[in-house]
């Protein structure tokens, strides 16, 4: 059985942030990535599990630097989580499925629930 902290972090959407970017030479934006993490992944991430540059997963939570990447784990990355996390995400559709049976209903004949 595979560790915990073993389990790679594998986003569930990567999306573009709307204003922040980098403005290249030739007038070229790069766009800064937003990922969108199972909760899970969120508190390995905070907790110091998971390197929040690379996603490199650790078995020890917090080391001086990550092997992957070099970033300074222990010194940074509690501040960086605290400036750049942008709360919790919804997926999904944004109605009930009641209101998608009342939109059903409009265009259709369907008997009423009680």
């Known amino acids: 059985m595979a560790e915990r902290w073993a389990k790679p972090v594998v ?26 993490l199972k909760p899970e992944d969120v508190d390995r991430l905070r907790a110091g599990y998971v390197c929040i540059k690379c996603f490199q997963t ?38 009930s499925l009641a209101d998608e049976r009342e939109r059903l209903r409009e265009g259709v004949d369907l008997p009423k629930e009680d």
Do not use: K, N
Not at 15 to 23: C, K, P
Not at 69 to 88: P, S
């Open 58 to 95: 650790f078995e020890q939570a917090w080391p001086e630097l990550c092997p992957v990447c070099g970033c300074h784990v222990r010194r940074d990355q509690a501040a960086y989580f605290a400036r750049e996390y942008g709360g919790d995400q919804r997926l999904g559709p944004s109605t």
């Open 11 to 36: 986003p569930l959407v990567i999306e573009q942030h709307e204003s922040e970017g980098v403005l290249m030479p030739d007038g070229r934006v790069f766009r800064q990535p937003v990922f969108v």
